[in-house]
């Protein structure tokens, strides 16, 4: 069955998996670790049957080079609470030069767009902070392209800023730094700099890469000169997509409206989303009724990136779901039908994201990083532990600390761990009752220690024991 689906030969698949040290016939069942293994040893790619079927409706063909467009950059802002992300994402609206003149009303739906003098537009999400980003980005809706992290400069680096920068890393996205509340008396905006070289964050004027912009969304300093630094961001992204094809797109927030029903902000990704399409939406169905953008102006299209309230839903989707439009509404019935059941299913069956199933895992994607976080009770444990296990590291495969602290495990912690698929190591410390609640689930595994021997030993055992004798 495997062999024909990859149109191999059964017995040079046989003869594979003798040489793997197993054994079989021509027919019998293997456990899916082993044959993702093989189907990777054979140079293919992997889809799930489950994961196929759930994507009934998806159209994962590349768009063409020439049907590609110039799009907007999507840009999330994130920092420490009370640090101003709230202020400057209301300030940044009041940049957009087509809000004024259209007599729209701000509506909050999620994200917005701000059209700049140049006709140029940046999109934002209007939830700051990292527990909706990661969120996002665990549910496969990796919306952000750019990432603004506001530092107060009274106040200057504080443990959530440090969460952002990790998370943001882990992202892989390009971070711009706002240092905020620049009016203030006590502000001091080259402390800020200098607290960040120590996380691994180098501003231009230290010699690095990452841009830096001091702000004042109060009195609304330096607001251009971001945005400026956002689009020279955006141009080195290189940000293009599809405008003309069967649109799809993320939920970026979705509720039940008392008088219009079902309601979900979408970010279109590629596509263009029109009046009357039909649709799947994570577990949900429909057809667009009406389109609201974030004036609160009836539109009838939505190209990419640009959020818009979409009515005429099945039921309420969630954050982070996708979007496609498809053929006809039997269609969109169909797989919102099947997608409904196997989330029924998934929830009693998947697996825990183990240590083990973790080094299996990474063997049959052959990826070399081994994703952890940790969280101790003092700092000098948290190096200590940080410092061993980057001596762990082989040729092979080495571990990639998404971050780490002092501190019980929290929620944050544990987003964190699920985007990435990474185990959270808790060294004299526990996770609390919220955070213990979704790490059960998103299946991410809580490892507590007391001793670093046998921290340190658990995982360079498995490292070892799943790389083989050669490694
Ligand atoms: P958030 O928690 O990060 O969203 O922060 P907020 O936007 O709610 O701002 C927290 C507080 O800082 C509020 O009282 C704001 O008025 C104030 N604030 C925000 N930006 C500035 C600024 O640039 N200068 C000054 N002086 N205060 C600011």
Do not use: C
């Amino acid at each position: 069955e495997l062999a024909n689906r990859m149109a191999e030969k059964g017995a040079d698949l046989v003869k594979a998996l003798f040489k793997m040290g197993m054994p079989v016939t021509m027919t019998q069942t293997i456990d899916q670790d082993t044959a993702e293994l093989l189907v990777t040893e054979f140079g293919h790619n992997i889809v799930r049957v489950s994961d196929s079927d759930i994507d009934l409706a998806l159209d994962t063909t590349e768009d063409a080079v020439e049907s590609l467009r110039p799009r907007p950059p999507v840009v999330t802002i994130m920092g420490h609470v009370d640090h101003g992300k709230t202020s400057l994402l209301d300030a940044l609206r009041g940049t957009d030069v087509v809000r004024g003149e259209a007599g729209g009303i701000t509506q909050h739906i999620g994200a917005y767009q701000v059209t700049l003098k140049d006709k140029s537009k940046v999109t934002f999400l209007d939830t700051p902070g990292h527990e909706a980003f990661t969120q996002m980005r665990a549910r496969g809706a990796d919306v952000t392209d750019i990432v603004v992290l506001v530092v107060a400069a009274d106040d200057g680096l504080m443990p959530q800023t440090i969460e952002a920068i990790n998370h943001t890393k882990a992202a892989g996205k390009p971070m711009i730094v706002a240092i905020n509340k620049i009016d203030k008396h006590d502000a001091n905006a080259q402390r800020v700099r200098e607290r960040l070289l120590e996380h691994d964050v180098q501003v231009e004027d230290m010699g690095g890469e990452t841009q830096d912009v001091e702000v004042s969304a109060l009195k609304k300093i330096g607001l251009d000169t971001l945005i400026e630094k956002i689009q020279l961001q955006a141009e080195l992204l290189e940000l293009t997509a599809n405008p003309d094809r069967a649109a799809e797109g993320s939920v970026v927030e979705a509720k039940l409206d008392k008088g219009r029903g079902p309601v979900a902000t979408v970010l279109v990704t590629r596509g263009t989303l029109k009046v009357g399409d039909v649709f799947v939406v994570g577990a949900e169905s429909g057809k667009v009724r009406a389109l609201v953008d974030d004036k609160g102006r009836q539109v009838k299209e939505a190209g990419p990136a640009m959020p818009v309230e979409v009515l005429g839903l099945s039921g309420v989707p969630q954050a982070g779901d996708l979007l496609q439009v498809v053929e006809n509404e039997a269609r969109a019935r169909e797989v919102a039908e099947y997608r409904q059941s196997v989330l029924l299913q998934k929830r009693t069956t998947s697996a825990p994201a183990s240590l083990e199933s973790m080094f299996s895992a990474l063997k049959a994607n052959q990826a070399k990083e081994y994703p952890l976080v940790v969280k101790a009770d003092t700092q000098g444990t948290v190096e200590a532990i940080v410092a061993s296990i980057n001596k762990i590291a082989s040729d092979l495969i080495k571990a990639r600390i998404l971050h780490s602290g002092v501190g019980g495990i929290t929620e944050s912690d544990v987003t964190l761990a699920a985007a990435s698929g990474a185990p959270i190591i808790g060294f004299n410390v526990r996770a609390n009752a919220k955070a213990r609640e979704i790490a059960e689930r998103n299946k991410v595994a809580l490892k507590y220690y007391d001793v670093i021997y046998d921290l340190i030993d658990e995982i360079r055992a498995g490292m070892a024991g799943e790389l083989g004798p050669e490694a």
